[in-house]
């Protein structure tokens, strides 16, 4: 159902809360390369954000 949202979307945002950053899931909904952005949580860890910004994710802090 997420893979078809974002299909069908023209901006996609993915919702990084302190608890998702730097977590490591078996299932991928969507490569970063097919993301907006990523609205990140400013109580997330600095080198989880850190390596988000290598792979040039576009990061939005929420606050």
Not at 14 to 23: D, M, N, P, Q, T
Not at 44 to 50: D, Q, W
């Amino acid at each position: 159902m997420k893979r078809v949202l974002a299909e069908r979307a023209a901006e996609t945002y993915v919702l990084g809360s302190e608890e998702k950053i730097g977590a490591v899931s078996p299932f991928t909904v969507l490569p970063f390369d097919e993301v907006t952005g990523v609205i990140v949580d400013p109580a997330a860890p600095a080198t989880s954000l850190a390596a988000l910004d290598r792979r040039g994710v576009p990061l939005l802090r929420a606050g």
